[in-house]
């Protein structure tokens, strides 16, 4: 089975994300069975120039796939045509629904050759993400839905959650896939016990609305005891991150945060092991895998209940909420300043043992395997 994947990001950028993580993990757990070609964008979230350590506009070999780095403009619109036209592959697969580079204009080439199309939205049609330019993308699938654009292609679902989403948004008669995205196997070595007064908790992931940043400065203003929060992550969003500094430099001195920057994929799990909790209210996340991480890192999450990790707290392992009342997640922050040194560290071998348990991949490996097959063997009307 021959696939292109296209995505705005990929290796060796880090800043996109949870997209880059998910395409690299498929890649590693699928690539000896399948044959990965990637089209991505050839320069970083953010970044005014293209990477230096690949061969942009040409083929190179990264790991199990072959990734063709796209250059800007009509140039890198004229690359797509060229080798979508060669119809070398069997099923292309779209990470975004907006896109109009990686994903509308390939879908409409490919349509026209009766080729095979997975499109997974990555969280982007959920009520958080569809409040963000919302007149833009309401337009735009008004106009998808009236050219019935959406037959003949299978869309992926990564929670029975995200599944909900797109049939809320695109109708009933759409074909959906759930598969998991295959997620971190890194895990903390040691958990440390914690000594101080102080509770450490971390934020890591792009600093933009659709992360929530801002709600989060918001709740510490009623936190009680001491606590310290540093923030990780490239600022996407330099005019919410000035917002973000206001409410920092208006907190009360029991609460001190600090950014920190931003960090490589491999640093992520072992410093996340190094804090006592992970506190991120995400307006939503298709699956998260930065979420997947703190778990790993054996960190107690405390999230909104706008992902697919749910029931934390009957599970032992956090606290997922309801951001329509955010006084919630301070109560839940003093709960954890007070908590005693043991129970704490006993929740945290919790944690970990329960990542340990949920990342053994088998299960999503499977699952997207099958969706691959599925997508391949199925003739659908265009």
């Not at 120039?49 to 780095?69: K, M, R, T």
């Not at 879908?107 to 569809?130: D, H, V, Y």
């Amino acid at each position: 089975m021959d696939i292109i994947i296209f995505t705005g990001y990929y290796l060796p950028g880090y800043k996109g994300g949870g997209p880059i993580k998910t395409i690299k993990n498929l890649v590693e757990q699928l690539g000896d069975e399948i044959s990965f070609k990637i089209l991505t964008n050839d320069r970083d979230l953010g970044d005014k120039l293209p990477y230096d350590s690949v061969n942009c506009g040409a083929w190179n070999q990264l790991g199990n796939a072959e990734v063709f780095y796209i250059q800007p403009g009509f140039t890198g619109y004229k690359q797509i045509i060229k080798i979508l036209n060669e119809k070398k592959y069997d099923i292309i697969y779209l990470n975004s629904f907006f896109s109009i580079r990686f994903s509308l204009i390939p879908m409409l080439i490919t349509k026209g050759f009766n080729k095979k199309i997975i499109l997974g939205p990555r969280g982007e049609f959920s009520e958080g993400a569809l409040s963000l330019k919302a007149q833009k993308k309401r337009a735009f699938i008004k106009i998808y839905k009236v050219l019935s654009l959406h037959k003949g292609i299978t869309f992926q679902a990564s929670s029975d959650y995200e599944a909900q989403d797109i049939l809320k948004v695109l109708g009933p008669h759409v074909d959906i896939q759930i598969a998991e995205d295959i997620g971190s196997q890194e895990f903390a070595e040691n958990l440390p016990i914690r000594y101080s007064d102080t509770l450490n908790i971390v934020f890591v992931s792009r600093i933009s609305p659709m992360k929530n940043l801002l709600a989060a400065l918001e709740v510490l203003k009623s936190v009680q005891n001491s606590v310290s929060y540093d923030i990780y992550g490239p600022i996407e969003d330099n005019e919410y991150w000035a917002k973000c500094e206001a409410v920092i430099n208006a907190l009360p001195e029991n609460i001190q945060v600090e950014y920190k920057g931003e960090l490589y994929p491999d640093e992520i799990v072992s410093t996340l092991s190094k804090y006592d909790a992970f506190f991120m209210p995400t307006k939503g996340e298709n699956y998260g895998h930065v979420i997947a991480e703190a778990l790993c890192a054996g960190l107690p999450l405390l999230i909104s209940d706008t992902t697919p990790w749910r029931n934390l707290q009957k599970q032992g392992i956090g606290w997922d909420l309801s951001l329509i009342n955010p006084e919630v997640f301070s109560t839940v922050i003093d709960e954890l300043a007070i908590l005693p040194s043991e129970e704490h560290h006993q929740m945290r071998e919790t944690v970990l043992a329960w990542a340990k348990n949920k990342f053994n991949q088998r299960d999503a490996t499977e699952a997207n395997t099958a969706m691959f097959k599925y997508a391949a063997n199925t003739v659908k009307p265009l």
